[in-house]
């Protein structure tokens, strides 16, 4: 049976379904990521999202869609692509990674091309000003893609200069529901008619498939995943990514494929209720995230650390926290740099805090809380 889903508009580009397709953790072989594209399809997505430094998943899915074609007939064309380029080399490496790209996917254009990983104000300028704005002009000039967009891990303010330079159609950025902080640059990238996509909302977003015994609680009648995905969508973020590994993996996406109303009065107090009893866990150490506390002189990202604390505290997602915090300082530009240790008792946050909060204790509390042996990423 195939679940015939909403598809809403994705930018200049092809609609696209409610979830995305996320495939780096498919890559360990064709009859994988086969058998992800094909239960993909049957949840009613259209849409794939990939990147050369996934290893070998651009490869993997081209052979995978032209073998679906050929065994059950799905039409390779009716799939929307999104792939991706770093931001570095030169016109001639590029346009060798683009062609190499395409080859790999077995298309004759790219639908959407996005910049990977504006995470650093280089980046940015790369593409604006540099060896990037002759590789997007040369794209544009010859019709290579549908449109480009870009994504990142960055901080706000890159992430808002990136969305008014008015060059891409589309983003892709770190939005969930323990994590709203975004929500506002993923509003006015909408009202100026960009697609969104959701990165990882499931696992970046805390871990949500493996809910602690505290937030299963908190969450009463309802899995806190799909209460993550219900926030965003109805949020009117057009797409979440779904990093899918097995069939069972999109049950969800099933239930949810056509499920674009606002919150209702059952999912908004449940939220309310997380919230709440978070709070009181926390007590009056809770980091409210409203980033008045930077810049840091030593350049210590103290609202990430101080989130990761609320999550491990609040809602129980231990697991996740130390996870996330002990990647800090391994993971180059994805992620942040400098850990709670790195507090040198300036306090020159402490009094721009509306909460109150002894910023520089409970930096070194987290720091002792969650630092263990890091664990590899994903990607590299």
């Not at 039409?75 to 080399?89: A, D, H, M, Q, S």
């Not at 002759?134 to 794209?139: D, M």
């Not at 969930?176 to 009202?191: G, Q, R, T, V």
Request: aromatic share 6%; with cysteine; glycine share 6%.
């Amino acid at each position: 049976m195939i679940i015939n889903s909403i598809k809403r508009p994705f930018g200049i580009g092809p609609k696209v379904s409610i979830f995305t397709l996320g495939t780096m953790r498919a890559t360990n072989s064709l009859d994988k990521m086969y058998g992800v594209i094909k239960s993909a399809y049957s949840a009613g997505i259209n849409h794939i999202e990939t990147a050369p430094s996934y290893g070998n998943a651009e490869k993997l899915i081209g052979m995978a869609l032209e073998k679906l074609e050929q065994e059950e007939k799905v039409n390779k064309n009716k799939w929307v692509i999104t792939t991706k380029i770093l931001p570095r080399g030169n016109i001639e490496q590029l346009k060798v990674k683009y062609n190499q790209s395409k080859k790999n996917l077995k298309i004759d254009r790219i639908h959407n091309l996005a910049i990977h990983g504006i995470n650093l104000k280089e980046h940015l300028d790369w593409v604006l000003k540099g060896p990037g704005k002759i590789f997007v002009n040369w794209i544009i000039k010859n019709n290579l893609a549908e449109q480009l967009g870009f994504s990142s891990h960055g901080d706000y303010e890159l992430i808002d200069q990136a969305i008014d330079s008015d060059l891409f159609n589309f983003c892709n950025l770190h939005l969930h529901l323990f994590d709203k902080s975004k929500i506002p640059l993923a509003k006015k990238a909408l009202s100026k008619k960009m697609g969104v996509l959701a990165i990882s909302p499931a696992d970046k977003g805390g871990q949500l498939y493996a809910p602690s015994k505290l937030l299963k609680k908190d969450s009463k009648t309802m899995h806190p995943l799909e209460l993550a995905y219900r926030y965003l969508i109805s949020e009117g973020i057009t797409t979440l990514s779904l990093g899918a590994s097995k069939e069972e993996d999109f049950h969800l996406a099933i239930k949810l494929a056509n499920s674009t109303s606002e919150l209702n009065e059952n999912e908004i107090n449940i939220i309310k209720n997380i919230e709440d009893q978070s709070s009181k866990r926390l007590g009056d150490s809770k980091c409210g995230q409203c980033r008045e506390c930077l810049p840091c002189p030593s350049k210590i990202p103290i609202p990430e650390i101080l989130r990761l604390r609320n999550i491990a505290i609040g809602n129980g997602q231990m697991k996740f926290s130390k996870e996330r915090y002990n990647l800090i300082g391994r993971a180059g530009h994805w992620w942040e740099i400098r850990d709670g240790s790195d507090c040198r008792n300036c306090n020159f946050c402490v009094p721009k805090c509306p909460n109150h909060l002894d910023i520089p204790h409970l930096l070194k509390e987290t720091h002792e809380m969650l630092i263990e042996n890091p664990k590899r990423r994903l990607w590299d």
